[in-house]
């Protein structure tokens, strides 16, 4: 599952994305990096709430044991 789907400011602009299994760290047209660069809100999304993101994501990307 993909941290974003549960944080309520980045999921509406999971639709907004390039590529449906986009993990929104790296990938060209992603609308969750677009909202972070935009950063005003309503519509925006704050650095710090990204970084708790990229956080979250790596952490459930690890392998377990």
């Given at each position: 599952m993909n941290p974003a789907t549960l944080m309520p400011d980045l999921r509406p602009h999971i639709a907004q994305?390039?590529?449906y299994n986009c993990s929104h760290m790296h990938e060209p047209g992603c609308?969750?990096?677009a909202a972070?660069?935009?950063e005003a809100p309503?519509?925006?999304i704050q650095p710090s709430r990204y970084?708790?993101?990229r956080t979250l994501f790596e952490e459930l990307s690890q392998p377990r044991y």
């Open positions: 994305c390039k590529f609308g969750v990096q972070v660069a935009a309503p519509t925006g970084r708790i993101y």
